[in-house]
């Protein structure tokens, strides 16, 4: 089964960038969507964005589009969430998954599109 690592979480002031790379363990990874997801203390797990196996498909969600953009690199296994204007909202344990079904649809804003999760890495946005 794919694993899932993602690393370059950390503390940055609002208004600031950061990169997240989520590696996978195979090959098998650019045969699948992936997404980013992230959960913030005593909330839900929410959707941030989605990205097709051949990357020429993307979505993200409302509160990030125009500042997060996600990219993918199947020669390097690695899915990046490069994140501009940040804001102490965006707050949280951010998580990468790999999709369940071969395809693109609906199913990926959902959790339960997704069968294979990382551990998170935590970005923290001070005022």
């Known amino acids: 089964q794919v694993q899932l690592v993602e690393s370059g979480g950390g503390l940055v002031q609002a208004g600031g960038s950061l990169r997240l790379s989520c590696e996978a363990s195979?090959?098998?990874?650019?045969?699948?969507?992936m997404g980013w997801f992230r959960q913030a203390p005593g909330k839900e797990r929410e959707f941030v964005a989605a990205?097709?196996?051949?990357?020429?498909?993307?979505f993200h969600e409302d509160s990030v589009k125009g500042r997060f953009t996600i990219s993918r690199d199947n020669a390097k296994n690695t899915v990046y969430l490069q994140m501009n204007s940040l804001r102490p909202e965006d707050t949280a344990v951010y998580y990468c998954?790999?999709?369940?079904?071969?395809?693109?649809?609906?199913?990926?804003?959902?959790?339960?599109?997704?069968?294979?999760w990382g551990q998170g890495t935590q970005v923290t946005v001070s005022s």
């Open positions: 990205i097709s196996w051949s990357g020429g498909n993307a």
């Open positions: 998954a790999a999709a369940t079904l071969a395809g693109w649809g609906f199913w990926l804003v959902h959790l339960d599109g997704y069968n294979v």
């Open positions: 195979e090959r098998t990874f650019s045969n699948h969507a």
